[in-house]
């Protein structure tokens, strides 16, 4: 099973890859309050609050975006 900082870096690099997507749009508003990720610093922003995140919700938003 993977750990909290793989699931991390898997939805970032999901979601740097398909910003545009509806998995990425999803993920960002329930961690940003809005879906939109089209910049370097929303990224950011999305890989600071993931961290903080609990465990539970990480793997929620594994599993949206694999």
Known sequence: MYDKEKKIQEIINF???????????????????????TSN??????????FNASEDEIDSLYYIVK
């Open 15 to 37: 979601v740097n890859d398909h910003r545009e997507s509806m998995a990425s749009q999803i993920v960002g508003r329930r961690m940003l309050g809005d879906g939109t990720l």
């Open 41 to 50: 610093e929303r990224l950011e922003e999305l890989k600071n609050a993931l």
